[in-house]
């Protein structure tokens, strides 16, 4: 499961191409097909060193003289630096790639999707970017379960958008029943990512709410995600405990690497050696 609001942002994005696809199109009008070639690009977008610009995601629909790039980004608050980190995303992965590319930010607030949205001046006569920004505002509130169904991408981003939106629990209950009409996993991927990116809020309570009642298939498989994911985090804490009452310093890198790993296997291993190593170096040998 995705440890971050922003990773879950982004993940929703990515987990499906068909779906992305057929979102994508129904919000904007972008020379791609739903059910053509697609693959994730390297979201690696620098050109020097020490320079380093790295996307969310990079999607490329289509091939040859057909071929598309998308970026995909997620925003949750303005950020000035992103004026002049998104042109260079565009202009990298289009020398790249040889295509033509888009930027699309989805933004969840109403106040950041305008700032967003505001053209970006380079400099150059006529050379302005204009980011394609989904949020609440042009985003449709989908409460009906056909249209959910037909196009499930973009019931995922209306929920999330959609999560102040007063009707969000009707929203939500239309979601999960859609997600039961395609193949559980790929359910189950979409509904853990919609949590996360509901963080903190009285939605995310309300998904967890019915995803706990195991009404279709794929909330099964949910539920024991959630099970794994707890035993992995207490697995997690016993490690940095036992280091800590060693004396073994723990950098932050480090300690998110033990903290962000999910294999029962590996973290028990750790627990293990957690108690008889003098450095993390060691631990992870």
Not at 13 to 42: Q, V
Not at 46 to 59: M, Q, R, W
Not at 138 to 164: C, E, F, M, Q, Y
Not at 172 to 200: C, F, N, W
């Amino acid at each position: 499961m995705p440890g971050s609001q922003h990773e879950g942002l982004v993940s929703i994005g990515t987990l499906d191409f068909g779906h992305t696809a057929k979102m994508l199109l129904s919000l904007f009008d972008l020379p791609i097909s739903e059910s053509g070639e697609a693959r994730l690009a390297s979201p690696d977008l620098s050109e020097t060193v020490p320079a380093s610009y790295h996307a969310d995601a990079a999607l490329l629909f289509g091939s040859g003289k057909r071929k598309v790039g998308v970026i995909l980004e997620t925003q949750r608050g303005e950020d000035g630096r992103k004026h002049y980190s998104w042109p260079n995303y565009i202009t990298s992965l289009r020398a790249r790639e040889r295509c033509r590319v888009y930027l699309v930010v989805i933004c969840p607030n109403s106040a950041v999707a305008e700032w967003a949205a505001k053209p970006i001046f380079i400099g150059h006569p006529e050379m302005v970017l204009i980011p394609l920004v989904i949020g609440p505002d042009n985003t449709p509130v989908i409460t009906d379960v056909a249209k959910a169904v037909d196009n499930i991408g973009l019931a995922v981003i209306s929920t999330v958008t959609h999560r102040d939106d007063p009707s969000i629990n009707l929203i939500i209950a239309t979601l999960t029943h859609a997600l039961s009409s395609i193949d559980p996993k790929l359910a189950q991927g979409y509904a853990e990512y919609v949590v996360v990116a509901l963080s903190d809020s009285p939605a995310q309570k309300e998904m967890e709410r019915l995803m706990s009642t195991k009404t279709y298939p794929y909330m099964g498989e949910y539920s024991q995600s959630l099970i794994d994911q707890g035993k992995a985090e207490g697995e997690a804490k016993a490690v940095l405990l036992v280091l800590g009452s060693r004396g073994v310093s723990v950098g932050d890198r480090d300690r998110e690497r033990i903290v962000s790993c999910t294999d029962l296997a590996i973290l028990e291993g750790w627990v293990e050696r957690a108690a008889f190593v003098t450095s993390v170096e060691e631990l992870f040998a």
